[in-house]
Nanobody
Framework: QVQLAESGGGLVQAGGSLRLACAASRRTFSTYVMGWFRQAPGREREFVAT???????TVADPVKGRFTISRDNDKNTVFLQMNSLKPEDTAVYYCATAASIDVLNAGSGRWGQGTQVTVSS
């Protein structure tokens, strides 16, 4: 089974930046898509961004222009650079990987344990 290890969460003031990283334990067909979801207290988990091994990127509208997803295929690692953070970005951010975006959106695939991002106003 592929394991995911996340890092980089924390507390930041509004307007600040954070960079999340997530390393997959190995590369398989099931890690073709890697990405990030988030869940704020009392809310449903929501999609943030994904990137596939070929470089195809999808980004959610609320973070478009502020968050950038990238990937190092040699290290099986995905990054999320978060700039111009807002209090509404506060959530637990989960790294996920699967063979396709559809699998992730269905809640399947492999998921990390989550990392807390808190943006103070």
């Amino acid at each position: 089974q592929v394991q995911l290890a996340e890092s980089g969460g924390g507390l930041v003031q509004a307007g600040g930046s954070l960079r999340l990283a997530c390393a997959a334990s190995r590369r398989t067909f099931s890690t073709y898509v890697m990405g990030w979801f988030r869940q704020a207290p009392g809310r449903e988990r929501e999609f943030v961004a994904t990137i596939n091994r070929s470089g195809g990127i999808t980004v959610a509208d609320p973070v478009k222009g502020r968050f950038t997803i990238s990937r190092d295929n040699d290290k099986n690692t995905v990054f999320l650079q978060m700039n111009s953070l807002k209090p509404e970005d506060t959530a637990v951010y989960y790294c996920a990987t699967a063979a396709s975006i559809d699998v992730l959106n269905a809640g399947s695939g492999r998921w990390g344990q989550g990392t807390q991002v808190t943006v103070s106003s």
